[in-house]
Structures are given as C-alpha cells and as structure tokens.
C-alpha cells in the first residue's frame, strides 16, 4: 500500500511513524480512538485525484483533514481500521484575491492567519468566526459552517462560502458553481468573469452537498470566499446585562437596521477565557452577560457614518435600559474586539479555564435562547457540573434570523471525576435540547447516534442515496453522519 502512495506524493510525505498515528488517532472529544494505517500529506489536486482513484481501487477508507491540532469534534477520527488519513495543510496557495469583487479563492491549508495577512494588502478583511485556532483551516471553517461574527455580511446559510473545486469519492473531478466553466479559472478570469455564483452548474447548487458533510462527500481542493472591505476606523463597546432578554431585544433593533459589524453574545465565563488569564482569575466580578458590538465603516465619509451609527445605537441601547460601555472592570471593548477579529494567541481560549473542553452547539431563534439555557442549566445542576464554569456563546446569523447558540463545558481532562460529569451533561443535554427544539445543524461525535431516533427515515434514505451516487465505494469517512 504505502508503495504505491509514495509513487503519487513521494516517500518523505508518506508518514507512518507510532507517534504520529497515536496523534491522528483521537482528539479532545469523546470519540473513541481508532489508529489510521498512515497518514499522507498531498501537495497538489492531481496528487489528491490519485490518491481517492487509488481508494476506490484497493476499497481503503480516506479521512481528509485540514486543519492542525488540537482538533475537538470528532470528525477527523476514523470510524473504522485501515484508513489513510490524507492531511492537506500542505496545500497553502492563496491562488487568487479579487479586490473588485470582494473575493478570495485559495486552498484547504491556508489558514485565518494567512488569509489576514494576504487579504489586508488588498484593503479587504475575511469574515471571521470567534477567534479560530491558529491552525484552522479557512476552507475547514467554511465547509463546517462555522458561524461569522459579523452577521450584516450573512446573507445566506452558506456564507462566505462561493464556489469549490472538488474531487468527489468517485475520482471525479468536478467545479461548483461560476467556476464550473466554460473554461478554466484563467480563462474566466481574462473575460471578467470571478467565482461569486455558488449555483451551478445549471441550477443545482453543488457547494450545499459539500458544507456540513464531515468529508463523507469529497474533498475540496479550494474554495472561493466572500470577504469584506477593510474597515478604515472602528469603535468597541460592552453592552454589560444582568438579564439576558434585554440584549436579545436591543440585538433585533440593531440588527432589523443593520447597525454595526461584530455582535457577539457572552457569559461571564467565556468572556473571561477570551480576554485571557489575567480575566479568568476574577471572573466571578464581570456582569452575567455582555454584547460586544463594533461599528467598522468603511468607503467614504468614515467619520460621519462612525458618528451616525454611533449615535443610533446608543439612543437603542438606552431605550430598553441598558447603558453601552467602553471598558469593563479595566477590560477595553476595543482590545476585546481586536481579538475577536483575529486567531486566538496560545494557548486556544477554550482550553485556558482548565485544558478540556466539550463544545455543544446548535442553531435557534434568538427569542428561545433564555429557554434553552435554563433547561441546560438544570441538567448540568442535576449532574453536578458547576453552573459557573458553562460557557455561552450567543451569535446572530443571516441577519440575525437565527442564531448559533453554543454551551461550553470545562473540564480537567486528567480528572476522571470530572470527564464522567461532563460526558453526562453532554448527552442528556443533548438529548433534552433536541426534544425541545434545538435544531443540530452539524452533529459531530456522538451526537450522530443521539441524534438518530429524531431523524426521520425519508431523510435518512435521501442522504444515503447521494452518498452512493458521489461516494458509491464507500470510501469518503465511512461511519460519519447517516450514511451507515
């Protein structure tokens, strides 16, 4: 086997050592470990194309990844022996960035990092989710949805995603979207033409078969991307509450008249991991809830629209009793929102409260967050996970029609105690959650199997038909989703 994989990538990235298998082999979620065969690193798409042909052939399960570690869903951990990790970090070509058209196209090892340096040179900034990992994939982060903090630039579920190259679990070679042709991106390029129409070929959008889907589908050899214009000024502030409801109320207002940029929804506790040590310490001392709202404009007359947004959203916030802030027990909204707006510094804010976490997510309306919440907290209090320690996450998305709303449990991973804890609360406040109307929109891990009683049969059976026309080998992460 490895013979013949190093006659497409070459030997040096053929790697099989113990230690590394050991790594690839789990995460910091709960799924159980299972050790890969090898894990090869390709540089190129025709290399990949090999690659998935040569899966189809000797019927070798590939596990594709993008992203470096720490890892924590789940998601790139085979679910069954023998597979062949194909890790595309070393894919980094940013291969295009359009100014005119606000676009990006680039491969699955870029990560956010990158991307900032590369887009800021073109006065243009990428749409960020909550202070990724250094080592995120932008293509991982778009396929997986992750949510953006700046929901005026969320138009649709899909977003920033556009078009994508991709080799499907057949072999087949295959363009979404503008990028379908005719031609090939230069040629499109030379009569005008940029990758900004995710629909297509025909009126079939591909790109929706790719997101969410764990690589059970295919594998992207790049993506275009939305971005948005470099803002020219900026202005932070808090909007600290006791109460939850006020801020989901002022949070319509502003978003209804697309006021501002960043808005983002946090609990004392994930507050205190972002700002970082020294805010961790004395957590217990920040206000119950915060919105960190921005307002970035760009283009012309800068100083004006910062002067008229500004004022508008103070007349808002003051109407349902709430006073913005810019600084919070000596913490500045202004430092905040420039880490918000780039990677997390090390070590990754979900790890600085106590090294493990358990990340669970799902989308709502803004108006039920308050209800969710109080379930949730009454089945961590009925477990005995420590109220204090819960992490919420509020983000608006598409305009704020709905929201991700995500519960963030810490833990001592080396306390066995606390793993049980926290392993419990995970599965019956899924499971309560669910029953109540969350809606998981991405069940990594064991949400997959929790998630199966609810999920009706017809869909089930559409899923696994797609699956066998793009992935009839069964070759792409075998075991994930509702494939098998």
């Known amino acids: 086997m490895s013979d013949k994989l190093?006659?497409?990538?070459?030997?040096?990235?053929?790697?099989?050592?113990?230690?590394?298998?050991?790594?690839?082999?789990k995460d910091i979620s709960f799924v159980n470990p299972i050790r890969p065969r090898?894990?090869?690193?390709?540089?190129?798409?025709?290399?990949?194309?090999?690659?998935?042909?040569?899966?189809?052939?000797?019927?070798?399960?590939?596990?594709?990844?993008?992203?470096?570690?720490?890892?924590?869903?789940?998601?790139?951990?085979?679910?069954?022996?023998?597979?062949?990790?194909?890790?595309?970090?070393?894919?980094?070509?940013?291969?295009?960035?359009?100014?005119?058209?606000?676009?990006a196209i680039l491969e699955p090892g870029v990560t956010y990092d990158e991307l900032i340096q590369a887009l800021t040179k073109e006065d243009l900034a990428p749409l960020m989710p909550l202070m990724p990992r250094r080592t995120k994939s932008v293509v991982a982060g778009v396929l997986e949805t992750e949510p953006i903090t700046t929901p005026k630039y969320h138009w649709d579920t899909q977003d920033p995603l556009l078009c994508a190259e991709v080799v499907f679990g057949n072999g087949d070679l295959f363009r979404t979207g503008d990028a379908a042709g005719p031609g090939d991106l230069e040629d499109q390029w030379r009569v005008g033409r940029a990758q900004t129409k995710g629909i297509g070929p025909s009126f079939v959008?591909?790109?929706?078969?790719?997101?969410?889907?764990?690589?059970?589908?295919?594998?992207?050899?790049?993506?275009?991307?939305?971005?948005?214009?470099?803002?020219?000024?900026?202005?932070?502030?808090?909007?600290?509450?006791?109460?939850l409801n006020p801020l989901i109320e002022l949070t319509y207002k502003l978003l209804w008249r697309r006021l501002g940029d960043i808005y983002i929804i946090l609990n004392r506790c994930n507050l205190a991991c972002i700002i970082g040590e020294r805010a961790i310490k004395g957590y217990d001392n920040f206000p119950k809830w915060v919105l960190l709202f921005t307002i970035e404009p760009s283009g012309v007359l800068c100083d004006k629209k910062l002067d008229f947004y500004r004022a508008e959203f103070i007349r808002w916030a003051q109407s349902f009793g709430l006073r913005p802030l810019d600084s919070v027990l000596g913490v500045s909204a202004e430092d905040v929102a420039k880490l918000v707006s780039g990677v997390s510094p090390e070590p990754y804010w979900k790890l600085r409260l106590k090294g493990g976490v358990q990340e669970l997510f799902f989308i709502s309306t803004l108006d039920r967050v308050p209800e969710f919440i109080k379930k949730f907290a009454e089945v961590a209090a009925f477990n005995g996970y420590p109220l204090k320690e819960i992490g919420v996450y509020v983000q608006p998305l598409v305009q704020g029609a709905n929201c991700h709303c995500e519960f963030d449990l810490y833990y001592d991973p080396d306390n066995i105690e606390e793993v049980e804890i926290v392993k419990r609360v995970f599965n019956e406040g899924a499971r309560l959650l669910l029953r109540s109307g969350a809606f998981f929109?991405?069940?990594?891990?064991?949400?997959?199997?929790?998630?199966?009683?609810?999920?009706?049969?017809?869909?089930?059976?559409?899923?696994?038909?797609?699956?066998?026309?793009?992935?009839?080998?069964?070759?792409?992460?075998?075991?994930?989703?509702?494939?098998?």
């Open 441 to 484: 929109a991405r069940p990594y891990g064991p949400l997959r199997d929790i998630m199966m009683p609810y999920v009706s049969a017809p869909f089930v059976i559409l899923q696994r038909k797609i699956k066998m026309l793009f992935d009839p080998n069964n070759v792409m992460n075998p075991g994930k989703l509702f494939f098998t």
């Open 6 to 25: 190093e006659s497409i990538v070459g030997s040096e990235n053929v790697l099989d050592s113990p230690e590394l298998i050991d790594k690839y082999s």
């Open 38 to 103: 090898c894990i090869v690193t390709p540089k190129t798409r025709d290399e990949v194309v090999e690659i998935v042909k040569w899966a189809n052939k000797t019927l070798t399960p590939l596990i594709p990844v993008s992203s470096g570690f720490p890892k924590f869903r789940g998601d790139t951990i085979p679910s069954v022996g023998g597979a062949v990790i194909i890790d595309l970090s070393k894919m980094k070509k940013i291969i295009r960035v359009d100014r005119r058209n606000k676009v």
């Open 205 to 243: 959008d591909f790109s929706k078969l790719l997101q969410r889907a764990q690589g059970t589908i295919g594998i992207v050899t790049w993506a275009s991307i939305w971005c948005r214009p470099l803002p020219k000024a900026r202005e932070a502030f808090f909007v600290p509450s006791q109460k």
